[in-house]
């Protein structure tokens, strides 16, 4: 017998049929039939209090695992759109990261200077920084004398004649000490993650102290322009 039935069932009307039936007069029987209505209104007690509930917090789990999955799907979706979109930034992000973006950053180039001097026991004789002029025209890397790798990705060679994207800050230097201690100087400043060009360098032996040169020179920096107006 379906539930729902169970739920629509006149009791008096049963009983009226039990009457006829004869079973009232038999007390076996009517025990058999306690017996068995007893069961059955337990079943359905049993049910609506303890099964009913769990099957209906079931539904609701499943319900909200199927509504998990979807929004996991679509976080996949996004999330492989977003790989995308920095996969096409990428290009743009490496090449802005070799610029230097701010006066800070400047100043983080003198102090490695004067450490990478002081490591190869050089002596600092000057070091100026000249005015920044926007980037254009002519490739600052035609001019490039020294053997610093990073001029290759210099952004200045993409921007042509453009002019104003980008600013160059040259820096003119002195430096006496050891000419090996100088090129380990030179090597461990081209190294540099920035973009650093050797725009012109002289060299020349000192009499005193004997052994030692003094190095003359200028490099330039490229940074983004608000910084350097």
Do not use: C, W
Request: aromatic share 10%; hydrophobic share 35%.
């Amino acid at each position: 017998m379906d539930l729902n039935e169970l739920k629509n069932l006149d009791v008096k009307e049963l009983i009226s049929k039990v009457k006829g039936l004869g079973i009232m007069n038999d007390k076996k029987a009517l025990t058999k039939f306690g017996i068995g209505f007893g069961a059955v209104f337990l079943s359905v007690f049993f049910y609506y209090i303890f099964v009913a509930p769990t099957v209906k917090d079931q539904k609701g789990k499943i319900a909200q695992m199927s509504q998990n999955q979807t929004e996991i799907q679509n976080f996949k979706t996004q999330i492989e759109d977003l790989k995308v979109q920095v996969k096409n930034i990428e290009p743009e992000y490496e090449k802005n990261s070799k610029l230097f973006h701010s006066k800070k950053e400047v100043e983080g180039l003198y102090q490695s200077i004067s450490n990478f001097a002081l490591a190869n026991s050089l002596s600092i004789v000057n070091l100026k920084k000249g005015d920044p002029t926007p980037a254009g025209g002519a490739n600052p890397d035609q001019n490039n004398q020294g053997d610093n790798t990073n001029t290759q990705d210099d952004p200045n060679a993409q921007e042509g004649s453009g002019g104003g994207s980008y600013y160059t800050i040259p820096v003119d230097y002195e430096i006496r000490g050891t000419f090996l201690g100088y090129l380990k100087f030179r090597r461990a400043l081209s190294k540099s993650m920035k973009v650093i060009n050797f725009d012109s360098e002289e060299i020349n032996l000192l009499k005193a102290p004997r052994g030692q040169v003094l190095s003359k020179g200028t490099i330039s920096i490229v940074g983004l322009p608000d910084e350097y107006k």
